[in-house]
C-alpha cells in the first residue's frame, strides 16, 4: 500500500487510493467514476504487478470504490520523510563568481558623472567597476589598443 504512486504512476495515484486489504481483496477508492472506470480497466495488471514483487499472490481480486481522499496520503512507510527530503535536493547549476571590483580610471569617472540620470549613474559606475581593464603588451593597464 505504501508503493502505490509507484504501482500506478504519479497521476493516478493522486486520483486513487488504497484503503484497505483484507482476505487478498484491495479496496480502491477513486476520486470519480471516471477515475473508478480507469482503475477497472487497469486491474489485471495491477494485481500481476503488485504479485510480482512477492513469492506468494498477496492480492487476488480489486475493488474500486468512488469517495473522498484525504488531502494528503497517509505515511504508510515509515522512510517517507527520508525520501521526501533526498528528493527535495537539488543540483545548483554552476554559478559564476564575481568578478573583482576595481577603481575606476579618470575617464571612467568623467564618463559616469556625464550622465544625466542619478540611477543610471550609479548602475554605470557599478558595472565599471567589475569590468577588467586590459593589458597593453607592455603588461601596463592601457585603453585596449
Given amino acids: ?8 504512476g504519479e497521476q493516478v495515484a493522486r486520483y486513487s487510493q488504497p484503503k484497505s486489504l483484507k482476505n487478498k481483496v484491495l479496496v480502491v477508492v477513486a476520486y470519480d467514476s471516471v477515475w473508478k472506470h480507469h482503475l477497472e480497466l487497469l486491474k489485471e495488471d495491477l ?3 503488485i504479485n510480482k514483487k512477492f513469492p506468494e499472490p498477496l492480492v ?3 475493488t474500486i470504490k468512488v469517495g473522498e481522499l484525504p488531502e494528503a ?3 504508510l512507510n515509515p522512510n517517507y520523510n ?3 527530503r533526498v528528493k527535495s535536493k537539488r543540483v545548483r547549476p554552476f554559478s559564476r563568481k564575481k568578478a573583482p571590483s576595481r577603481t575606476l580610471t579618470p575617464e571612467e569617472k568623467k564618463l559616469a558623472k556625464s550622465l544625466p540620470d542619478p540611477e543610471l549613474r550609479t548602475l554605470a559606475t557599478r558595472l565599471l567597476k567589475r569590468v577588467p581593464l586590459e593589458e597593453s ?3 601596463d593597464p ?3 589598443e
Fill in 82 to 84: 527520508k525520501l521526501e
Fill in 73 to 75: 496520503n497517509p505515511v
Fill in 1 to 8: 500500500m505504501g508503493d502505490w504512486g509507484e504501482l500506478v
Fill in 142 to 144: 592601457g585603453d585596449g
Fill in 60 to 62: 487476488e481480486k480489486i
Fill in 47 to 49: 494485481i500481476e504487478k
Fill in 137 to 139: 603588451p607592455e603588461g
